[in-house]
């Protein structure tokens, strides 16, 4: 199989590259060289998607069996790429979001509910991130009709990961003393691990298939209290979790699931945030490691020579990270309800 990854320098791209390599796939990928290496046995061709002249020079270096684009968030970038690529590819895998289907986190989705209303020409400023992911699908059905594969992935974990999810709790069980633990430690969620996805996608591909997946894990998969303990257990830093009551944190307005790794409190607004289906992937061989393993897998990755730097190198929310500071406030303000 020739596989080209538009990408493929960082976290889930990274996931579908190594998998790839690991079958023995001939894998290209295509980036502008900025965000990380390649991995080695990767042919590497550096341009911007955004670029006429890049494109056409892409795709005469094809044909590939299938195309994988992690990086696709304009409707119109994405189309242009899937049109140069449509005669040299056979399979175009676009990895979207959860965030394209409505009414998704305020109720559960699947596979049937509403794509949010965007067109597959649509720029950077036709909307928000949510419509702009479902243009984005749109314009891949529309150039590689029959032949698109649309994965939506919920919360994606693993090594690589720089949102500072996982690896927010790892750092700040290493940084010991009292640690802020929001909500209730039974509460569930659902995760996926990105070399999850990636095998999933890539099985897809290898079997011919196209059409829409939801690939979120399996339900409930982990809680919060798995999370906190193996955190605090793997960095063994002496850390002692404080769970703070989600009432009392919402006094304290402090964002959910961002500034504050996966806390969503349960308000109106997010009562589906963890109600997504995976079924149809499931039944079709998505196969999901143990939610321990990702977290431990990713205080490896961490404490490997620049692997803290690599997780925290980039944020696509700087203003609403939780500070030491703030978070002693926070606790001290807990500390003196619960005591007086």
């Known amino acids: 199989m020739?596989?080209?990854?538009?990408?493929?320098?960082?976290?889930?791209?990274?996931?579908?590259?190594?998998?790839?390599?690991?079958?023995?796939?001939?894998?290209?990928?295509?980036?502008r060289g900025r965000s990380g290496a390649d991995l080695p046995g990767v042919e590497t061709i550096t341009g911007d998607r955004e670029n006429e002249a890049d494109l056409a020079r892409l795709a005469a270096a094809g044909p590939w069996d299938a195309v994988v684009d992690v990086c696709g968030y304009v409707p119109r970038t994405v189309g242009a790429s899937a049109r140069a690529l449509s005669p040299q590819a056979g399979t175009y895998l676009y990895i979207s979001s959860i965030n394209a289907l409505q009414p998704w986190p305020a109720a559960p989705v699947d596979e049937?509910?509403?794509?949010?209303?965007?067109?597959?020409?649509?720029?950077?400023?036709?909307?928000?991130?949510?419509?702009?992911?479902?243009?984005?699908?749109?314009?891949?059905?529309?150039?590689?009709d029959g032949r698109a594969l649309v994965l939506r992935p919920g919360v994606v974990i693993g090594p690589g990961d720089r949102m500072r999810r996982v690896p927010y709790w790892l750092r700040r069980a290493a940084q010991g003393g009292p640690m802020l633990a929001p909500g209730s430690p039974g509460r569930t969620m659902?995760?996926?691990?990105?070399?999850?996805?990636?095998?999933?996608?890539?099985?897809?591909?290898?079997?011919?298939?196209?059409?829409?997946?939801?690939?979120?894990?399996?339900?409930?998969?982990?809680?919060?209290?798995?999370?906190?303990?193996?955190?605090?257990?793997?960095?063994?830093?002496?850390?002692?979790?404080?769970?703070?009551?989600?009432?009392?944190?919402?006094?304290?307005?402090?964002?959910?699931?961002?500034?504050?790794?996966f806390w969503a409190p349960p308000v109106e607004q997010l009562a589906g945030v963890w109600g997504f289906s995976s079924k149809k992937a499931l039944e079709d061989g998505l196969r999901c490691r143990p939610f321990a393993e990702s977290v431990r897998d990713t205080w490896?990755?961490?404490?490997?020579?620049?692997?803290?730097?690599?997780?925290?190198?980039?944020?696509?929310?700087?203003?609403?990270?939780?500070?030491r500071e703030r978070e002693a406030q926070i606790l001290a303000a807990w500390d003196a309800r619960e005591s007086g």
Not at 4 to 23: E, M, P
Not at 203 to 228: F, Q
């Open 112 to 144: 049937s509910s509403p794509r949010f209303a965007c067109s597959p020409d649509a720029g950077p400023d036709d909307g928000q991130y949510p419509a702009l992911k479902a243009g984005c699908e749109r314009a891949v059905e529309r150039d590689f």
């Open 190 to 261: 659902q995760l996926i691990d990105a070399r999850d996805i990636a095998a999933f996608g890539l099985d897809r591909i290898a079997a011919g298939g196209s059409g829409t997946y939801l690939t979120t894990g399996e339900p409930a998969n982990a809680t919060w209290g798995e999370l906190i303990d193996q955190a605090v257990s793997l960095t063994d830093a002496g850390t002692e979790p404080v769970w703070v009551e989600d009432a009392f944190l919402a006094t304290q307005q402090i964002p959910p699931f961002v500034t504050v790794p």
């Open 2 to 31: 020739r596989l080209l990854v538009i990408g493929g320098t960082v976290f889930l791209g990274k996931a579908f590259v190594a998998d790839a390599l690991a079958r023995g796939w001939e894998v290209t990928t295509f980036h």
């Open 300 to 323: 490896t990755w961490m404490t490997e020579r620049g692997g803290m730097e690599e997780a925290f190198a980039e944020y696509r929310y700087p203003d609403q990270t939780l500070t």
